[in-house]
């Protein structure tokens, strides 16, 4: 038997704040009258700011996935190459896969899984491709699988030293609103994400922010698609339908969640996200282990994948923290299983959260017989004191 709540610390879904679940617990109202059109219009005009862009947002009812394959389908035509770079588990899994599924012609860079994507190596991929013959280059933004984050700004520069006209695809699923992206300063083209993470929400949403690039695309590509087409979704929208029946109560639910992001400032949320980046890695220096993300500068600020020491399983570790402690933590996803879990630290989140996640773990790992030295969430501590501070932006 447990008491008091459950901690939620997978790196999605998130927790969902008490505002969210109040606002989602309304009746449901007819998704053709005038209250769901305001509604609707509101929430599709403010969610641009969450991608820091002045373009289109579309907002199926899907999970992330769907939010993928509609990139793909809308921009794309059968066959096409596109050139997608392995980071882990979602880059093979939601892309690689899916892209595949969709027919097109994917060139997959390999990748170690304790990295992002370098951008020197996106420069001298698309600097062969002479005949600029890809027509999309793929990276997910944070990859939730391994807690290793892209630098999409420098990707996006080296894709125009190389000149090349792909569409850039970023899949921002578990970096939005939780790391900086910014859609049009560094003119992706399509940006993909889901409501499970940053924005707070429960599943049950996908997001394309669009570029003027890409929707010149979708007219001139033949991939089939029905259910995920933008322009009869963008044209619903105008007048703030949609072309089936929407997840209502989910956009009650993204109303407040915008409304609690813009109280807070999207750079508090980020510079807050930094201090529990921060704060989690001390903790995992102190305690002796190895972080699965061997670049310190692309170390996520939304989780943390721990690596086991040999001869020790993940999955044992977080089976002892969830039966004693009530605490669930993210499991090693594909070549990663059992060898890394992951700690979920985004979304509606505060530093005794933190404090709590990281001491659950301590005395999961001692129960568990794991070697390692104590004093990781002393570390923790130290760190979230020292950077308290006043909202960097009010
Ligand atoms: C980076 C990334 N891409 C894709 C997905 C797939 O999203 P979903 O499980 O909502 O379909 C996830 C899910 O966690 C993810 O983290």
């Known amino acids: 038997m447990h008491t008091g709540r459950h901690f939620l610390q997978i790196p999605g879904p998130t927790n969902v704040p008490d505002r969210v679940l109040r606002a989602m617990a309304q009746p449901v109202i007819d998704h053709r009258g005038p209250e769901f059109a305001a509604l609707s219009k509101e929430v599709l005009h403010r969610v641009r700011g969450v991608f ?201 639910a993204l109303h407040e969640a915008l409304q609690m992001i813009e109280e807070e400032g999207l750079q508090n949320i980020f510079a807050r996200q930094e201090r529990y980046g921060a704060a989690t890695r001390a903790c995992v220096r102190a305690w002796g282990l190895e972080i699965l993300c061997e670049e310190p500068q692309e170390q996520s600020n939304a989780l943390t994948a721990v690596m086991m020491p040999e001869g020790h399983n993940a999955d044992r570790l977080r089976g002892i923290i969830l039966e004693k402690f009530d605490m669930s933590l993210g499991t090693g996803l594909g070549q990663m299983a059992g060898k890394v879990f992951r700690i979920g630290h985004l979304g509606a989140f505060n530093d005794l959260t933190l404090a709590g996640t990281l001491s659950g773990v301590e005395m999961g790992l001692e129960l568990a017989g794991v070697p390692f030295k104590k004093g990781g969430v002393q570390a923790a501590l130290a760190s979230l004191a020292s950077s308290v501070g006043e909202p960097v932006i009010s």
Not at 57 to 67: A, E, H, L, R, Y
Not at 103 to 109: A, D, M, R, T
Not at 143 to 168: D, F, P, Q, W
Not at 204 to 229: C, H, Q
């Open 52 to 252: 820091q862009t002045t373009g289109p947002v579309v907002i199926f009812p899907s999970s992330g996935t769907g939010s993928c394959e509609a990139a793909l389908a809308n921009t794309l035509s059968p066959g096409d190459r596109v050139l997608i770079f392995e980071t882990g588990w979602f880059s093979h899994i939601a892309w690689r896969r899916t892209a595949e599924k969709l027919g097109l012609s994917v060139e997959y860079v390999p990748g170690s899984w304790r990295r992002g994507v370098s951008p020197a190596e996106v420069e001298a991929r698309l600097r062969a491709d002479t005949g600029q013959d890809f027509k999309a280059v793929v990276v997910v933004h944070n990859e939730t699988s391994t807690g290793a984050t892209t630098r999409i700004s420098e990707v996006r520069k080296a894709m125009n030293r190389a000149r090349h006209s792909a569409l850039l695809i970023v899949d921002a699923i578990s970096s939005l609103g939780s790391i900086d992206f910014r859609h049009d300063e560094w003119e992706v083209d399509v940006t993909v994400t889901g409501s499970q993470k940053g924005l707070m929400l429960p599943p049950g949403l996908g997001f394309n922010a669009i570029s003027a690039k890409a929707l010149a695309a979708r007219k001139v590509s033949t991939m089939p698609r029905s259910y995920w087409d933008w322009e009869e979704m963008l044209k619903a929208n105008e007048s703030g339908f949609y072309p089936y029946t929407p997840a209502t109560n989910l956009l009650y």
